[in-house]
């Protein structure tokens, strides 16, 4: 069997696929078939013109709006290419207008989900997910479910688990997926990982996945998980994601990285079943399966990152060293 | 003495100065302000399209285009604000086209001092630079004083500086810069840091740094010195880099970082006049420090790059978390 062995660069752009504004024609090709979806930029703003006016919070497919069976809380804008919520006018509490755009956004997914029009809400995933990039950091929910539908910024965890050898030689932690898993079945991964819910903060999530996905004890892991960085991308949804009906689906996303180090006595077992089985494996060893695109696409590139901060991958080495490092931590810009 | 209190997105703001394109209207009417400086894109390209085409490596000051005694190895078209250097037509060897280029550049720099028609030439350092952002990877030099005035992508070293106590508290290697350096006197910075010339590379660059700036082993710099990271931006330079006649300048900038930690018996030393002094200090008071603006503004991006690999800034503890490491890792696309 021959392997195409893949550069860190390319590995990269298989997970941020969407082109960077200055590829100017790309870019403005893909961004334009998008419509933009908006919600009010900030509610407690002095400046009437900024309380009035939207920000974009994701990016929904066209063929996805034409689907959709809309409520009348939301505001479709063929024209312009927008799908946005306008406020009621008479809204009062704390996180009033949050919490009347969490529930459009619910009863919106209802529905479709009643009526069957979007393919991909099959698949239906209920944990809250919290909007990102509002000014005003109020709380919008919405299903993780619907997050991929409505294109918005979502958030993770990804946890780099390794132990060190009596001679300080490093060993990683590297699960494989189980063949059964909805996406990537059978894939390397991160030692452990999720998506970051809106009950729950990024150590507690973190800490509740170590125990879920690799028997870990919560506790510990929360004591020494050590926060190192993120990862930033755009991925626009290809076949492996998902299935045919999810392609194109724009996804931007961030992870939030911790670096474990495990005692050598500390050996992770897969529990919930999302995890076939850990291997420990030497640095060379990974980055060979890395090359050979044996890894979940975003889980590769937080690998990247390990490697870039533990100084396997550096400028004198790899070519690509400062376009990649830039790469991997795009800006989202909302 | 009242000291303002800035926030690390905004120290992080104060050396990324250039606007991102989705702040549409302050990065149009900025960026539409500069001259493109262009190479040609790659002289081994099998496409003679691509080969003939051109690909911008620099932003020039309209008042710069305006004074400078342009040679003929130049072509200026004001009507879409290019500079660019055609190729001759007979050209042989292995870097012919970037000898070529480089010896333009430099006979250029060579009439604009001689006839003093770009003040801040006066400042003239001699260190050649590699130009960046070619796709052919050719050799393209310009002088380190030419690198602000042609607005070109330069790359350099910051190496962070540290130690521990018998408890594992970590300390850190401050310098103060010395009050009479041209840039930035008197302020802090990195523990060691330097431009990258065409001659050498980067652990050859920050080992002579070390030695020089510091009085470190050279040979036990390069052995010790860790590659973890890079930090990259755009600065439009004011005054505090140099003089009103820099302002406006357009600086790209990638920073390689490493990690030095320091064995608590070897003390950085001033020695060759850049530095006034070392400070040993604890985190919290860097971090201090780093609030008050005490810092060189590049030096300030890399010391938060350090706390944010170290876990002392991270996504529970910083609301900009997010947004502030996808900023210090800003890709600059050429």
């Known amino acids: 069997m021959s392997t ?13 696929t969407l ?14 078939e998008y419509y933009h979806f908006r919600l009010k930029r900030s509610w407690g703003h002095a400046d009437e013109d900024v309380r009035s006016s939207y920000t ?46 969490t529930l459009a956004i619910a009863e919106q ?22 909007i990102l990039g509002l000014e005003d950091r109020r709380e919008v929910r919405i299903a993780r479910a619907g997050s991929a539908v409505f294109g918005v910024h979502t958030m993770g965890v990804h946890v780099l688990g390794f132990c060190r050898d009596n001679d300080g030689g490093m060993k990683l932690w590297i699960p494989r997926r189980s063949p059964t898993k909805q996406t990537f079945p059978g894939m390397l991964d991160n030692t452990v990982g999720g998506g970051l819910t809106a009950d729950e903060d ?14 870990l004890p919560e506790a510990w892991v929360r004591e020494h998980a050590k926060p190192v960085s993120t990862i930033s991308y755009f991925s626009i949804r290809d076949e492996r994601a998902g299935g045919p009906e999810e392609v194109g689906l724009l996804q931007p996303a961030t992870q939030v990285l911790y670096d474990l180090e495990l005692p050598a006595d500390m050996v992770p077992q897969p529990l919930d079943g999302e995890v076939a089985e850990f291997l420990l494996w030497t640095p060379e060893k990974t980055i060979q399966a890395l ?3 044996q890894f979940k696409l975003n889980s590769a590139v937080a690998w990247i990152d390990f490697f870039i901060r533990h100084g396997y991958i550096n400028a004198q080495n790899e070519p690509d060293y400062l376009e990649l490092v830039a790469r991997i931590h795009r800006r989202i810009w909302f």
Chains 1, 2 share one sequence.
């Open 109 to 130: 997914l209802e529905l479709a989900r009643e009526k069957d029009s979007i393919p991909i809400l099959r698949k239906w995933r209920a944990e809250p997910y919290r």
């Open 291 to 293: 090359h050979e695109g």
């Open 202 to 215: 990024v150590v507690g999530c973190l800490a509740r996945e170590a125990q879920e996905e690799a028997s």
């Open 19 to 32: 082109p960077y504004p200055d590829e100017v024609e790309e870019y403005t090709r893909l961004t334009s």
């Open 56 to 101: 974009t919070v994701g990016y929904i497919l066209p063929s996805v709006v034409a689907s959709m069976p809309w409520t009348d809380k939301f505001h479709v804008d063929h024209s312009v290419q927008t799908v946005s919520i306008p406020w009621p006018t008479a809204t009062t509490g704390d996180n009033a207008h949050g919490d009347y755009e």
């Open 4 to 16: 195409q062995i893949k550069t860190y660069l390319e590995l990269v752009k298989e997970c941020d």
